[in-house]
């Protein structure tokens, strides 16, 4: 079964889940890796204005 690495807009944290799972995380606001490297300067600006600098 292959993993996919996953990350959350609000969180700097990685996971690794079986792809039969993606659907379920994606429900919780989770995205693929792949797709979230486009969003990153967006989401670490936001982070910054709010004051949460990690």
Known sequence: MSR???V???LT???E???VSVPHYQASGWQRAETQTK???AAA???RQKGTED
């Open 39 to 41: 969003r990153t300067p």
């Open 13 to 15: 944290r990685q996971i």
């Open 4 to 6: 996919v690495v996953m």
């Open 17 to 19: 889940v079986d792809e």
């Open 45 to 47: 600006k936001r982070r």
């Open 8 to 10: 959350h807009p609000t």
